[in-house]
């Protein structure tokens, strides 16, 4: 079996549209990284969870509704709060009108008065007059209205407007950039690599960067060795083991990376299954969703042992001197000054499971 070199760093002319998928393409492509003599230290880790329920008309998926509140994003909150942990929760406020009056908001709220960081998500809703197709889909202009009418409304609802984004299926354009700089956010969190739905210029894979006055923290990818074959995934409590997303972090830290992304849905700890239309609903299925854009929903239950795991990586991440957590708001200076003076841009390698 091949043996994998735990980390690449992809030089800035290399960034293209694609990631290596073999040891040769990766060989070819990206050079191995060499740890520095003294790494900074601690790294900056974002927890970042996605909230959001597109599919019921009832938060199932958001809060645990008729799971239990411990399997939803309070869960989530519940384990981090525990842990002394502060999150970036990015709320997809859209969905507010199709949620039981006051639902979306009584999340947001919570968050905010908990302590975290509430940012703005973005999915698209059939029936919405303004927001029924995804951001590509939209102008500079419309996609600008889409963004002021998110941060408006959690302005209102939290006195404070958001200053942090990500798009949801990580689709985005150069054009939402554009939009994210004239309604005055600050940071971007959407970028994922191999996602098809990233539609901008490719610019960076893991590094620190600014698009204009915007600054992208993306999501770390992570490349998982399988034989001679590498495949693309990323720092997610869904994709990765936790040992798998602590030996990510610790070739991250040990190159003297300052930022890595991890990311999570109020879902996490839900199991669920996302089906085609016309695909049969499994049999065991306590839930099924209506079709949205195609597909639909099956939610099987609780997963009250990704809950344990959760808590056993925040407290491994705890123990670890290297390690640090922090919101994206609060780590916003030291953001801009790395993409002012230029990181790294290092893809981590794990092995598989």
């Known amino acids: 079996m091949t043996t994998f070199p735990t980390a690449f760093l992809v030089e800035s002319s290399q960034v293209s549209d694609k990631l290596p998928t073999t040891l040769d393409d990766v060989r070819s492509t990206l050079q191995l990284a060499e740890p520095p003599v003294k790494p900074k230290q601690p790294l900056t880790l974002f927890i970042t969870v996605d909230v959001e329920d597109t599919y019921f008309d009832r938060p199932i998926l958001m809060t645990g509704d008729g799971i239990g509140r411990e399997f939803g994003v309070f869960g989530i909150l519940d384990e981090l709060d525990s842990h002394g942990v502060k999150g970036t929760f990015f709320v997809n406020v859209y969905e507010t009108d199709r949620h039981p009056a006051g639902t979306v908001e ?18 698209p809703t059939p029936d919405s007059k303004f927001f029924g197709r995804s951001l590509p889909q939209q102008t500079r202009l419309e996609q600008a209205g889409i963004l002021a009418w998110g941060v408006e409304l959690i302005d209102r609802w939290t006195g404070s407007p958001p200053i942090s984004f990500r798009a949801g299926g990580y689709s985005l354009d150069d054009n939402t950039f554009t939009a994210l700089e004239e309604v005055g956010m600050s940071i971007d969190s959407s970028c994922f690599f191999p ?13 620190v960067a600014a698009r204009g006055s915007v600054i992208e923290a993306p999501i770390t990818t992570v490349l998982e060795s399988a034989g001679d074959a590498v495949k693309h995934s990323k720092l997610d409590f869904n994709w990765l083991t936790v040992d798998q997303l602590l030996a990510a972090l610790g070739v991250v830290a040990d190159n003297g990376i300052g930022f890595a992304t991890c990311m999570m849905h109020s ?7 996302t089906r085609r239309q016309g695909e049969p609903s499994a049999p065991a299925a306590i839930f099924t969703s209506e079709d949205a854009f195609g597909c639909y929903v099956d939610v099987l239950g609780p997963r009250p042992h990704l809950r344990a795991a959760f808590a056993s990586f925040l407290e491994r991440i705890a123990a670890d001197p290297r390690l640090g957590v922090r919101t994206l708001a609060d780590a916003l200076p030291e953001l801009r000054e790395s993409a002012v003076t230029g990181s790294a841009d290092l893809v981590p390698v794990v092995a598989g499971p």
Do not use: D, M, P
């Open 195 to 207: 996602s098809a739905n990233n539609h901008q210029e490719r610019f960076t894979v893991n590094a």
């Open 106 to 123: 009584r999340v947001v709220r919570e968050i905010y008065e908990r302590g975290h960081e509430v940012g703005l998500h973005s999915h």
């Open 267 to 273: 879902f996490s700890f839900i199991e669920k299954a």
